[in-house]
C-alpha cells in the first residue's frame, strides 16, 4: 500500500524501493477489526531489518492472531530523514503507511548497541517524547526486546517495556491484557504496566528505583512495590518443534543482506566460549526434529522461491542430527536447484562429507574462527579447538575446491600477552603453508586469507563479565603490532575500529546514568551509528562529557566480584556461581566439556525447556 | 521479418509495473520473477553448468520512476504448458502493482521491437496555456537536444522520437510521445522531461510536494507501427 506523504519525496531519495512496502506475503489486515495494532520498529535500513530471523518469527506469530495486526517499520537512511524532517512527515509503518502515533504498540528489535540512536531518533521521527516518563496517555506503549535487553539499563528509561527473551508467546500474552483492559475499562498506562510485570520475562524500568554507593557503584535495585518481581526471569519457548515458525515469508523486491531462508535448526548452544554472551543467555539449548525442519524448509521453499535454504544456530555442526538433516533435504534441494548453506561450523566437527552437501551449487569463500592465537588462549577463553582442527579443516576446504578463507580472532581478551598476538600472524601463515603443501593440481585457484580481528568487549552474562577491557591505546598497539607481524602478502588483515569497541563496551556494560548522553547525541541528530560513515566516536565523547559520564568507570576499570552489577535486575537461567566457577577456570586455563559431553550445571535447565542435554 | 519460432520453447508474458513498483529496479524485477516463476511451480528449463538458472529475457529496461502497463518476458519452458494456466499461476504469486496480462508463444523476437508509447504527466506549481503551447513548439522543433547522462555531450534526440505532442489536462501538461525502443538506440523518456525542464522552464524544483511528473509506458510496436506482441 502507497503511502501518500513518502510518495511525494521517493524520486529524490537514493534506494527508493525500501521504502515502498507492497510485498509479497505482507500481512495487510482491516484496521477496523483489529484490537491491537502492533508496530515492529527496526532500528537500521529495511536491507538489515528485512533479514532478521526474529522480526520475521514475530511478524508472523502475531498476524496468526485475528485480533492483531502487526507492521514493520524500518529507520530511513539519512537522505529520507531530512526529506522527512524538511517536509514533516512522520514516520510510517510499511503496511498501511499510517504513522505510529495510529498504533497500540511499538516495539523495537535491540540487536546490537550501536542502534541505540536510531531507536532514538525513530521515535523522534514519530513524534513520541523520548523519555518514558513524558509520555502521555494516548501515546503507544514503547517496547523494547532483542538481545540487547539482557542489559538494557542504557536505554530502559526510553521504554515503557521490556521484553526478556524469547517473544513469541510473551507480546501475544502483552497483547491480549491490553485487549482486555481496553474492553473492560480498567486501562490506563499505569494501571498496564503494573498489571504486565506481573507477566514473566516482562521488565517495567518505571517500577524500579536504582540507588548508588558513593564510589559509583550501584546500591541496589528496588521494587516501587510489593507486587513487583525482584529480578526478571528470561521467557524461553519449551518446545520447539510445536513453536510456531513461519510458512511464508514477506519478499522483499530489493536485495536484502540474508535474501534467503533461514532455517532456525536449534536455540542455545553447548559449547560455553567464556566470551559469549549467546551462548550464555540463549541456553537451554532446545533443538528441533529432523521432520519439523524438513516440513518447514519444504514449505518455506514453496511459498518464497528462494534458491538457497541457509541452515541457523549458533553452532550448526553441533546439532546432533545433522547428517539425518543434511541427507533428507538434499534428498529434493539438489533437484530443485537449491543449495544449503552452513553459516556457523566449528573447525573440530568439519568435515570432507559436509564439505560435499554443501558445496554441491555454490562457490565461494569459507569462514572459521580460531578466536586466539595460541593453545593457551584458546583455553583460557574455553573454544576448545586446536591447531591440529584448523589445519585439517582447512585441508579439506582446499580440497573441495575453496581458495578463499577467512580466520576470525578476537585481540583484548583476558590474559592475551604479545606472544598471543603473535601467534594469530604464525596460525595464518601456517594456513598458506598448507595450501602450498598440496600438490599443486589439486590446489584450488587463487589462495586468499583473511585475518579478520575484532576487539574484545567483556559483555553481561559471561564468565567474563567483571573483566576490564582493555584501553583504547593498548587495543591499537596490538593491532599495530599484528599488522607487523604479517608479512605474507597472500595474507588479508582486517580489524575492527577499537573505538567503536569501546563506545560499545560502555554501552553493553552501563547502568541507567548513560541514558542522557544517548539523548545527547539524539538531539545532535545522530543515528546509525553501526554504520562507519556515521559513527562519531569525538560526538559520544563530547555527550559522556557533558552528562558526566566517565566511559572507564565501565570500561578500563572492571566491575568488583562482589559489586551489584547492572543487569543484576535480570534472570538469565545460567547462574551467577555457574560465571564465577568459570571465570577462576578461565584464569588456571581449565576448559570446560560441552553440554553434550558433560553437565557442567549452569543453572538454564531451571527453565525448562525439552531439550537433549540437560540433567 | 518476423521469424517464426518453431519450437515454442519461450512462453511470452506481458506485464504491467505500476504504483510504487516504478521505484524497482530491473535488477531487483529479474531477481524478484526468478523467485515468482519458482514458487508458480511452472515447467521451468533451466540453464546448464555449475549454477543452473531458469532461462528469462527481457524487453526494454525500465527505468526508475517509470510506470508501464507494456512489460514483456520471455521465459524458457522444459514442457508445454497452456499460456493462460502459466498466466494465472504466476498472477497468484505477485500482488496487485505487478500482474501478466497477456501470455502466449510469440512470433516474434524482442529485436522486433522498435519504438514505445509513453504518457508523460507534469505537474508544474502554475499552469497556463501558453506554458502548453510553449511545450508543443519544443518538441515539435527541428532538432532536440538533450545533455547525455554521465557525460557533457550534447545529442540531438529528434531521430528517436516517432512523435511527441502536448495537451492541457486539469492543472497538469500531458505528453504523449513515441520513442526509439530499439536496443541501439533506445531513448528513455526521462529525457523528454529534463528537456521540457531545461529548455521550457517547467519544473525548476522536482523535489518540491507541489511539483511533480510521472511517467508512464502504453505500447509497444514494431517498426511498421502495427502493435508488438
Redesign the interface.
Known amino acids: 500500500m ?1 503511502n501518500n506523504n513518502i ?6 531519495v537514493s534506494k ?2 525500501r ?6 506475503n505482507s500481512v495487510i489486515k482491516n484496521k477496523d477489526e483489529v484490537s491491537c495494532r502492533f508496530a515492529f520498529c527496526f532500528p537500521d535500513t529495511y536491507e538489515i531489518g528485512m533479514s532478521n530471523l526474529g522480526v520475521r518469527i514475530l511478524y508472523d506469530v502475531l498476524n496468526k492472531d485475528k485480533d492483531v495486526w502487526c507492521e514493520r517499520v524500518y529507520a530511513p537512511w539519512t537522505d529520507m530523514k531530512e526529506k522527512m524532517e524538511e ?1 514533516n512527515i512522520p514516520l510510517c509503518a510499511v503496511e498501511s503507511g499510517d504513522s505510529l502515533d495510529s498504533f497500540d504498540m511499538v516495539a523495537f528489535s535491540l540487536q546490537y548497541e550501536m542502534c541505540y540512536t536510531t531507536v532514538l531518533a525513530m521515535l523522534k521521527l514519530a513524534g513520541f517524547p523520548l523519555w518514558a516518563k513524558d509520555r502521555a496517555e494516548d501515546c503507544p506503549i514503547i517496547i523494547g526486546g532483542g538481545p540487547c535487553v539482557y542489559n538494557s539499563e542504557p536505554v530502559a528509561d526510553f521504554f515503557d517495556l521490556i521484553n526478556v527473551g524469547e517473544g513469541e508467546e510473551v507480546l501475544l500474552e502483552i497483547c491480549h491484557l491490553y485487549d482486555k483492559m481496553k474492553k473492560d475499562g480498567s486501562y490506563t498506562r499505569s494501571a498496564f504496566l503494573r498489571a504486565a510485570s506481573h507477566i514473566d520475562g516482562v521488565y517495567i524500568p518505571s517500577l524500579y528505583e536504582v540507588s548508588y554507593n558513593d564510589d559509583g557503584t550501584i546500591k541496589e535495585y528496588k521494587p516501587l512495590y510489593d507486587d513487583v518481581p525482584k529480578k526478571i526471569k528470561k521467557r524461553i519457548i519449551e518446545d520447539m518443534d510445536t513453536a510456531s515458525y513461519p510458512e511464508k515469508l514477506v ?1 522483499p ?3 536484502t543482506v540474508h ?1 534467503r531462508i533461514v532455517l532456525e535448526v536449534y536455540r542455545g548452544c553447548i559449547r560455553g566460549c567464556r566470551f559469549c554472551q549467546a551462548g550464555m543467555v540463549y541456553r537451554p539449548v532446545r533443538e528441533k526434529s529432523v521432520e519439523t525442519l524438513c516440513k518447514q524448509a519444504k514449505c518455506l521453499y ?6 538457497e535454504i541457509s541452515l541457523i544456530s549458533l553452532s550448526i555442526s553441533d546439532y546432533s542430527e545433522l547428517p539425518a538433516l543434511t541427507d533428507s533435504l538434499l534428498e529434493w534441494t539438489d533437484k530443485s ?1 537449491v543449495s544449503l548453506s552452513l553459516p556457523s561450523l566449528r573447525i573440530d566437527s568439519f568435515s570432507d562429507e559436509l564439505m560435499r552437501k554443501v558445496s554441491s ?3 565461494g569463500g569459507i569462514t572459521f574462527a580460531p578466536e586466539a592465537g595460541t593453545q593457551r588462549l584458546r583455553d583460557v577463553i574455553n573454544k576448545n579447538v586446536t591447531e591440529e582442527d584448523l589445519m585439517r579443516s582447512v585441508g579439506i576446504a582446499f580440497r573441495g575446491g575453496k581458495s578463499n578463507v577467512k580466520l576470525y580472532f578476537m585481540n583484548g581478551l583476558p590474559t592475551e600477552t604479545d606472544e598471543d598476538i603473535l601467534g594469530i600472524a604464525a596460525l595464518a601463515k601456517k594456513v598458506v603453508d598448507q595450501y602450498y603443501a598440496m600438490p599443486k593440481p589439486e590446489r584450488p585457484k587463487g589462495l586468499g586469507v583473511t585475518v579478520s580481528v575484532s576487539c574484545f568487549v567483556p559483555k553481561p552474562f559471561t564468565p567474563f563479565q567483571w573483566e576490564k577491557q582493555d584501553t583504547y591505546s593498548e587495543l591499537m598497539r596490538k593491532q599495530e603490532l599484528l599488522k607487523s607481524a604479517i608479512t605474507d602478502r597472500r595474507i588479508k588483515y582486517a580489524y575492527h575500529d577499537a573505538k567503536v569497541s569501546f563506545i560499545e563496551a560502555v554501552l553493553a556494560r552501563g547502568d541507567r546514568r548513560l541514558a542522557p548522553a544517548i539523548a545527547y547525541l539524539a538531539d545532535k541528530g545522530q543515528m546509525l551509528d553501526a554504520w562507519d560513515e556515521f559513527f562519531n566516536y569525538d560526538l559520544w565523547i563530547e555527550a559522556f562529557e557533558k552528562c558526566g559520564v566517565d566511559p572507564d568507570f565501565y570500561t578500563s576499570r572492571g566491575f568488583g566480584l562482589d559489586e551489584v552489577l547492572p543487569w543484576d535486575i535480570i534472570d538469565v537461567g545460567v547462574t551467577k556461581n555457574f560465571l564465577l566457577r568459570e571465570r577462576n577456570k578461565a584464569y588456571e586455563g581449565e576448559t570446560t566439556p560441552s553440554c553434550a559431553e558433560h553437565c557442567s550445571g549452569c543453572g538454564a535447565n531451571k527453565l525448562g525447556g525439552k531439550n537433549k542435554w540437560c540433567k | 521479418m518476423v521469424q517464426v519460432n518453431e519450437t515454442k520453447r519461450f512462453l511470452r508474458f506481458k506485464f504491467i509495473k505500476r504504483g510504487s513498483l516504478q521505484y524497482i529496479s530491473h535488477l531487483d524485477l529479474v531477481r524478484t520473477m526468478h523467485k515468482v516463476i519458482v514458487r508458480s511451480k511452472l515447467p521451468l528449463w533451466y540453464t546448464e553448468g555449475f549454477n543452473p538458472k531458469p532461462k528469462m529475457i527481457f524487453a526494454a529496461p525500465l527505468s526508475i520512476g517509470t510506470e508501464s502497463e507494456c512489460e514483456f518476458m520471455d521465459i524458457r519452458m522444459s514442457e508445454y504448458i497452456e499460456p493462460e494456466e502459466a498466466m494465472a499461476r504466476i498472477n497468484a504469486n505477485m500482488t496487485s502493482e505487478m500482474q501478466i496480462i497477456e501470455a502466449y508463444y510469440p512470433e516474434s523476437k524482442f529485436t522486433d521491437l522498435k519504438w514505445m508509447s509513453y504518457r508523460i504527466t507534469l505537474t508544474p506549481v502554475e499552469i497556463d496555456d501558453e506554458l502548453v503551447l510553449r511545450s508543443n513548439q519544443l518538441l515539435l522543433a527541428d532538432t532536440v537536444e538533450v545533455v547525455k547522462k554521465n557525460s557533457d555531450k550534447t545529442i540531438d534526440i529528434r531521430p528517436l522520437i516517432k512523435s511527441a505532442n502536448a495537451t492541457r489536462v486539469g492543472n497538469s501538461i500531458v505528453v504523449d510521445a513515441i520513442l526509439s525502443a530499439d536496443p541501439s538506440s533506445f531513448l528513455n523518456p526521462e529525457y523528454i522531461v529534463k528537456y521540457l525542464k531545461e529548455k521550457g522552464g517547467l519544473l525548476s524544483d522536482p523535489d518540491l510536494t507541489s511539483e511533480h511528473y510521472e511517467i508512464l509506458r502504453l505500447k509497444a510496436y514494431f517498426a511498421d507501427m502495427t502493435e508488438f506482441r
Open positions: 502507497q510518495s511525494s519525496v521517493l524520486k529524490s527508493p524501493g521504502y515502498i512496502g507492497g510485498e509479497f517536509y519478499m523486491y530489493i536485495e535474501d514453496d511459498n518464497t522461491g528462494y534458491d536447484h551449487v555454490r562457490t
